[in-house]
């Protein structure tokens, strides 16, 4: 009887730490956007399925860094300042098959415009995804090379790169993600991107997230531009989150104020 109540709240760790699986995931979000006098709102609707199983990692809403699983997706915008609105339309899909190769594409229905996408790629391992991307937005057509690799620091932790470079070699982004479990359900994130333009200053953003519990986070972020984000994250059970945010940009030539209020269910 002592043994069994020595373990128990071992046992009820296991519990909370027991990796969830979801195979949608759907977001809403709403922005009021303000500008000197200008005031614009926007809503944001997107939802994507995955055919297979999609785990955690702790976190509810943390998953591994390299996607691996076929699924579709679409989304809606809607965008409005003034007697002025447009709509935008989504939708896509990837299909990764068992030999390693991934297929994508997808559309999205700008205002007076489309923009048709397709890349093709290889799973070289579970860690290295390499695709060739192709976009056609009914003036251009553009290639670009995007490169995806996760180095496994323990089997919580890892850092994930990303490269994506265009056809000319014009514009080159690396983006880097840490994450890491720091005790019990408590985890950090830190996120890196430096972008390098051959006819532009180079652009770079940081940010990071800690998390509370495994359903509550705070995120904070900042940019080249001086914009800043602060955010917070709560997931009131297994499938409802709720999100709040607050950006900022005091610069003269982009001086606004974002407040965001988002909805995620995970089924």
């Known amino acids: ?39 614009a709102d926007r809503f944001d609707f997107g939802t994507t399925y995955y055919f297979s199983g999609k785990e955690t990692l702790g976190p509810l809403k943390e998953f ?5 699983v076929s699924n579709v997706s679409a989304g809606f915008s809607h965008y409005n300042i003034g007697s002025f609105d447009s709509d935008t339309f989504s939708a896509g899909g990837e299909y990764f098959t ?39 937005d009914d003036s251009d057509n553009e290639f670009s090379l995007n490169a995806r690799y996760n180095h496994q620091l323990n089997s919580t932790d890892y850092i994930g790169f990303n490269l994506f470079v265009d056809e000319e ?30 006819e532009g200053d180079d652009y770079w953003s940081l940010g990071t997230e800690y998390f509370f519990t495994q359903r509550t986070s ?17 997931f009131f059970n297994q499938n409802f ?3 709040a ?10 001086d606004y104020d974002v407040y965001q209020l988002g909805l995620t269910v995970q089924l």
């Open 169 to 198: 070699f014009d514009t080159r982004s690396l983006s880097s993600k840490y994450f890491t479990h720091l005790a019990g359900e408590q985890y950090l994130t830190a996120e890196l991107t430096y972008t390098n333009y051959d």
């Open 98 to 136: 068992s030999s390693g190769f991934v297929i994508g594409a997808g559309i999205i229905d700008l205002w007076e415009s489309n923009v048709d996408y397709q890349s093709i790629g290889y799973l070289f391992s579970p860690d290295f995804l390499v695709t060739l991307n192709h976009v056609d």
């Open 241 to 243: 989150a709720v999100e």
């Open 64 to 68: 591994e860094y390299i996607n691996k």
């Open 1 to 39: 009887m002592r043994f069994k109540l020595a373990a128990l709240p071992l046992m009820l760790l296991a519990a909370t730490t027991t990796a969830e699986e979801y195979n949608s995931f759907t977001k809403a979000s709403y922005s009021d956007i303000e500008s000197g006098s200008v005031d």
């Open 245 to 254: 945010a607050y950006v900022s940009n005091t610069d003269s030539d982009f």
């Open 218 to 234: 705070i995120g904070f972020s900042f940019d080249e531009n001086d914009e800043y984000k602060l955010g917070m994250n709560h």
